[in-house]
């Protein structure tokens, strides 16, 4: 089944770390550039990282920059999101996403995992 | 800063036909923008429906398309139905970046 299944969620204090995963299936992942999408509660979808099949180019939206880091392992099939300095703000469910090869956009959504950001 | 705008809400009767909309604050959507809109009720992942302007995703009915309408990206439902009652957002792709509108929820009544 072609899947992606997000892992690693959880409650963590403010300025502390988390690292989210996300595991693909039924597809070749080394092909696909994959993305971190993530709605905080009650809000819409924002945009958060980017990297590409071979991880040759990587980007990140302004409000993670410097602190959140991706990263992936074609080996492993795996996606990864290193989550720094948490903040309050930071608090949403998180979207693996994977790109359509055709063009940009989505063609495949992991479930999401909930990040909670809160003493 | 760029900003996706969507209408806040819309709402259909059921077999109607609407129209949701995607637009810059300044400047026009063009298809160099790869417009992409993805369906999502209360607690689910969101659903791709359309990407690159007017491409289909693989299984979403064809009552489903999308458009280039004056300077704003458009997305058309015709013969509406209850289960389209959703949250719908637009992406414009910004060549390093994705941004995403603030969504529309669409009531079917």
């Known amino acids: 089944e072609v899947q992606l299944v997000e892992s690693g969620g959880g409650l963590v204090k403010p300025g502390g770390s988390l690292r989210l995963s996300c595991a693909a299936s039924?597809?070749?992942?080394?092909?696909?550039?994959m993305n971190w999408v993530r709605q905080a509660p009650g809000k819409g979808l924002e945009w958060v990282s980017s990297?590409?099949?071979?991880?040759?180019?990587?980007y990140y939206a302004d409000s993670v920059k410097g602190r959140f880091t991706i990263s992936r392992d074609n080996a492993k099939n795996s996606l990864y999101l290193q989550m720094n300095s948490l903040r309050a703000e930071d608090t949403a469910v998180y979207y693996c996403?994977?790109?359509?090869?055709?063009?940009?956009?989505?063609?495949?959504w992991g479930r999401g995992t909930l990040v909670t950001v809160s003493s | 800063q760029t900003v996706v705008t969507q209408e806040p809400s819309f709402s259909v009767s059921p077999g109607g036909t609407v129209t949701l909309t995607c637009g810059l604050s300044?400047?026009?959507?063009?298809?160099?923008?790869?417009p992409s809109w993805y369906q999502q009720t209360p607690g689910q992942a969101p659903r791709t429906l359309i990407y690159?302007?007017?491409t289909r995703s693989s299984g979403v009915p064809d009552r489903f398309s999308g458009s280039i309408l004056g300077n704003k990206a458009a997305l058309t439902i015709t013969g509406a139905q209850a289960d389209d009652e959703s949250d719908y957002y637009c992406?414009?792709?910004?060549?390093?970046?994705?941004?995403f509108g603030g969504g529309t929820k669409l009531t079917v009544l």
């Open positions: 990297i590409s099949s071979s991880s040759s180019y990587i």
């Open positions: 300044s400047g026009s959507v063009s298809t160099s923008y790869y």
């Open positions: 996403a994977r790109r359509s090869i055709a063009a940009p956009g989505v063609s495949l």
């Open positions: 992406v414009l792709y910004m060549g390093s970046s994705w941004v």
């Open positions: 690159s302007t007017n």
């Open positions: 039924g597809f070749t992942f080394s092909s696909y550039s």
